[in-house]
């Protein structure tokens, strides 16, 4: 078993900032970055937010203790964590496995057309502020078969050369670096978007909330991107709380990551939507939206190029953070489990992950016509399933698994460090984990399948 070091007790992060930058390097990537932006426009922009913020409230808090917490007592992967609660709540962490495998193959994808752009920035070729060429060339770019099959390949590569290195090693040190670039990176950009003329548009499109665009299409996406964003409900916080020293502070990480999150999605939001309406473009675009407002904005900007090139490496590492965390869910419970050399699960599980991201990136190009569900072909069909469906279903059972079968007061006894910490809304959250999170999570749920 490789989890553990030398001396043969479970690996552990190196500091307390470690661990909530490594958390937060896993809930801050592509979700915020790319995906946020474009799920609000999509989704009449301040509604979006506004169902987006009450998840976050009612649910998002209080599951990114519940998992944390489970992970720390149990010390163990996503699946060993729950069968440690009951046998039969293993398949809950297989879910979550799943889950990972499935996002990490589109999400690799995604990753490999940062790569693409950090290249295209690199030659030149991005100079452009034509909304219609930059409109082309990204759907080139992606509807392509080698090329970005390539990139794929070179994002899982990394991904699995930061996982071989282990905990403190790799996760950690490469999250404390780059997380405070990104943060500094995003807010310039956020200014700059909402200084362009015609900005104010975009700015009211993201925060006033009309509210006839509230839907149940829009509450499930958002309780799904409430999900994906913070990387929950599929046992990522479970296995890097699993590396958690007994005396961390739990209750003060569970709010300070999603905080940050939060904000950085924000940031990103107010980064593109205001450019989006500056330039004219659409802000339903869709997964483009990016990758052509981003370079239209740097265009028009004072050593723009510069900027970019620092822009797509920051956001690369931002999602490199994510992807390993990913990647982790993955080989923890293969190490812990099977008795499998770590270097070993690492690269296999890669390996097939790369595999199964094929068919995504084929599914802009060439498998354009193949439809898994509805109107949905592989990209859309696995990001459906794992953000919509797996996830929340793996929010909802771990709250029936912390809430009623391990128990609040265990958890809250955890949490608190068997009294020594202070945690004030105890009460309250575990309110929020046995009756608010399953209910609204159930709610959301039925009523999307009955249409
Ligand atoms: N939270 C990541 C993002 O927003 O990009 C994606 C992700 C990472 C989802 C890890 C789930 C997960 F377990």
Same mark, same amino acid.
């Given at each position: ?101 499935? @996002? #990490?193959?589109?999400?690799?994808? !995604?990753?490999?057309? *940062?790569? %693409?752009?950090?290249?295209? =920035? /690199?030659? $030149? &070729? ?50 404390? @670096? #780059?997380?405070?670039?990104?943060? !500094?990176?995003?807010? *310039?950009? %956020?200014?700059?978007?909402? =200084? /362009?003329? $015609? &900005? ?69 939001? /107010? ?181």
């Amino acid at each position: 078993m490789a989890n553990l070091n030398n001396s043969g007790e479970r690996e552990q992060w190196g500091s307390k900032i470690g661990f909530i930058l490594a958390a937060a390097g896993s809930a801050v990537g592509l979700g915020n970055l790319w995906k946020f932006p474009y799920m609000a426009g999509k989704n009449g922009g301040g509604a979006f937010v506004l169902v987006y913020f009450i998840i976050l409230f009612l649910v998002g808090f209080t599951l990114m203790l519940a998992e944390i917490v489970l992970g720390r007592y149990t010390q163990l992967n996503a699946i060993g964590a729950y069968r440690k609660i009951g046998k039969k709540w293993a398949f809950v962490g297989a879910l979550g496995v799943l889950a990972g495998f499935l @996002i #990490l193959s589109f999400y690799s994808v !995604v990753g490999g057309w *940062v790569i %693409a752009y950090l290249v295209k =920035t /690199l030659t $030149g &070729a991005l100079n452009v502020t034509d909304a219609e060429v930059l409109g082309n060339m990204f759907g080139k770019l992606i509807s392509g078969t080698t090329e970005p099959i390539f990139y794929h390949a070179l994002f899982m590569v990394a991904t699995f050369l930061i996982v071989l290195g282990g905990i403190g090693g790799g996760i950690e040190k490469s999250s404390k @670096i #780059l997380m405070p670039g990104l943060f !500094v990176m995003i807010i *310039v950009l %956020a200014i700059r978007s909402m =200084t /362009l003329p $015609g &900005a104010v548009e975009g700015i009211k499109y993201l925060l006033v909330p009309d509210f006839s665009k509230i839907n149940i299409d829009v509450v499930l996406d958002a309780l799904g991107q409430v999900f994906f964003s913070l990387s929950l409900g599929m046992g990522c916080m479970i296995t890097y709380g699993s590396y958690l020293s007994k005396d961390s502070n739990i209750p003060e990480s569970a709010v300070t990551i999603p905080l940050i999150d939060t904000g950085v999605a924000l940031l990103a939001g /107010l980064a593109v939507l205001p450019a989006v309406f500056a330039f004219g473009f659409e802000p339903s675009a869709g997964p483009g939206l990016i990758f052509i407002t981003f370079p239209a904005v740097f265009a028009q900007m004072p050593f723009g190029t510069l900027f970019e090139i620092m822009f797509f490496i920051l956001v690369l590492f931002a999602a490199l953070s994510s992807s390993i965390s990913l990647l982790e869910v993955c080989v923890a419970y293969v190490v812990d489990e099977w008795k499998m050399n770590r270097k070993v699960a690492t690269v296999s599980l890669a390996f097939v992950i790369f595999l199964l991201g094929i068919p995504a990136s084929l599914s802009f190009g060439p498998w354009a016509h193949i439809t898994l569900l509805p109107g949905k072909g592989f990209f859309d069909t696995f990001d459906f399933i794992s953000s919509n469906i797996l996830l929340p279903l793996g929010g909802l059972l771990l709250c029936i698994v912390v809430g009623w079968i391990w128990g609040t007061d265990n958890a809250i006894k955890e949490a608190t460090n068997e009294g020594q910490l202070e945690f004030k809304f105890a009460p309250f959250w575990a309110f929020l984990v046995k009756y608010v999170g399953p209910v609204a999570i159930g709610i959301v749920f039925i009523r999307s399948l009955l249409g």
